[in-house]
């Protein structure tokens, strides 16, 4: 999976060619290593192949001291997910064309019409909320006629009068780039959450459609390969939950509109924000539209395989749901013909790795048996015995004499489990009961081991106080500090401690538990 930075750009992603070039060629281990692990041979003149680079490259003569810019440039660029340093340098094209820059959510227009636009619109940025939206509905009642020569306005208000009137007088404004955000008209409506009845937001639809306007219409947010469209801000959701970043108020109606006008339903980061929440109906509507069959379109021409296929994409679902116990996910998934026999394999995002386990060995091990009981039903193989997996399944459930009895037949499989899932009592703390955090924490899992409370995966992330201290779980909390977890630690990703989070995440009983001295 490409793992290119925010906002990534040709001039930087050259100096850093050019850096591990001049590493390779003084010998550094650590950038030797980069390139045995990406460009195996590159610096063995006798055996290295010629990569394709900006300009035809020397045959080195010997040893390191010639290692070319063209074989670090191929290195580079395939530790970012690339196969090569050209198709890196296309795909940068296609952001330099498709790209959008979130930063300009949070700059204010001084034109109220355009304020309106940026104010009224989901931006996947955080400040996305209710406060938002309303402060966009009042300054639209301020200003009733702000939509009347602002086609980008009149969308986001869903005023079919103006928006028929302005695409009468020009026609070409359907698929006009404007208002504070750059944004199409279509995609203006598609984000925006300041209202608007069914009827006028598929009127407007419809005109924009008729007159030319792209149903597939999307941007590259921040140059990361996954295309917001205008499908994926009508499902809405995403990490900042649904009350943030609602679907849009007439998602099925205006969904179906866009569907039935060309856009892909295989969109991967609409179905990336809707998988948390464990809803289907989008899912439903999504399989009515064609869901999972391969499709060719715009986005794919333009990303190629930087985002999975449909199978792909059904498979990231099924695996999400199965480790979040989604049954009725699951269910349907599986009854659409999603493949719940093969192990997941390849590379995949950190948070669905390709592991190796099958969907019915992921349910039992976290003891999710009704989950397991579908994709059995559904023709996936029982898994083969694995007493790691018992024994933490055991754990999830609570189930002390089945851990006890699991310990007393396989010697070592405690020092085994904690070996291979050190950070598991974070993801514990997160889906299990607290009692399942007390016998992990008996059977030796660090209690201020580094995971993740969002996905079963070993990422050094936060602690699971951290965890418990942003949830406001009180009752957690306590169990925590008292089984020895600290109050001082930090986390990986933003240097903070349980207080912070509980502090950030307005949760003021935890913070206060944890302010205690």
Not at 113 to 127: I, K, V
Not at 357 to 364: D, Q, Y
Request: proline share 9%.
């Amino acid at each position: 999976m490409p793992t290119l930075p925010e906002r990534p750009d040709l001039q930087r992603l050259r100096r850093q060619a050019r850096d591990l070039q001049r590493a390779v060629r003084a010998g550094d281990p650590d950038a030797l290593a980069r390139v045995a692990a990406h460009h195996p041979g590159a610096t063995d003149p006798e055996t290295a192949p010629l990569p394709h680079a900006e300009t035809a490259p020397v045959r080195p003569a010997a040893g390191n001291a010639a290692f070319p810019l063209a074989a670090a440039q191929l290195v580079v660029a395939r530790e970012y997910g690339f196969a090569s340093w050209p198709r890196l340098r296309r795909y940068l094209g296609t952001v330099a064309e498709h790209g959008w820059d979130s930063a300009s959510a949070g700059v204010a227009d001084p034109d109220p019409a355009g304020e309106f636009c940026r104010l009224a619109c989901l931006t996947y940025t955080r400040d996305d909320g209710p406060e938002r939206w309303a402060a966009a509905r009042r300054l639209l009642a301020e200003h009733p006629g702000l939509t009347r020569e602002h086609i980008w306005a009149a969308a986001a208000a869903a005023r079919p009068g103006d928006v028929l009137r302005l695409l009468g007088e020009e026609p070409a404004r359907a698929s006009a780039r404007g208002g504070p955000l750059r944004w199409r008209p279509l995609y203006y409506l598609a984000y925006s959450r300041a209202g608007g009845t069914e009827e006028d937001v598929l009127a407007v639809a419809d005109a924009l459609l008729a007159a030319g306007a792209a149903a597939d219409d999307g941007y590259l947010f921040d140059g990361l390969p996954y295309p917001f469209t205008a499908l994926t801000g009508v499902l809405g959701e995403g990490e900042l939950g649904p009350a943030r970043q609602p679907r849009h108020p007439h998602w099925r109606a205006l969904a179906g509109r866009l569907l039935a006008a060309g856009a892909d339903p295989n969109d991967a980061q609409g179905l990336y924000n809707t998988m948390f929440s464990g809803s289907v109906e989008h899912l439903e509507v999504l399989f009515a539209h064609g869901l999972g069959r391969p499709r060719r379109d715009a986005w794919q021409a333009r990303v190629g395989d930087l985002i999975p296929s449909p199978a792909g994409l059904l498979r990231i679902q099924l695996r999400w749901a199965v480790e979040h116990d989604q049954r009725e996910r699951v269910r349907l998934l599986a009854g659409h013909g999603v493949d719940v026999r093969s192990p997941f394999t390849g590379d995949g995002p950190a948070w669905a790795p390709g592991d190796g386990r099958t969907p019915v060995e992921l349910a039992r091990l976290y003891g999710h048996t009704q989950i397991e009981a579908e994709l059995l039903a559904h023709g996936a193989p029982p898994p083969p015995p694995d007493p790691v997996a018992e024994l933490i399944a055991a754990a999830f459930r609570a189930d002390r004499p089945a851990v006890e009895a699991l310990a007393a037949r396989h010697p070592g499989v405690v020092d085994q489990a904690r070996a291979q899932r050190p950070g598991l009592i974070v993801w514990a703390a997160a889906r299990a009961p607290a009692q399942t955090v007390e016998l992990l924490a008996g059977l030796g899992f660090d209690v201020n081991a580094l995971g993740r409370a969002d996905a079963p995966v070993e990422q050094e992330w936060e602690t699971a106080l951290h965890h418990s201290a942003g949830a406001g779980d009180v009752e957690l909390t306590r169990r925590l500090l008292a089984l020895g977890a600290d109050p001082a630690a930090r986390d990986r990703r933003f240097g903070a401690t349980p207080l912070d989070w509980a502090r950030h995440l307005g949760q003021p009983a935890t913070a206060e538990l944890l302010a205690e001295p």
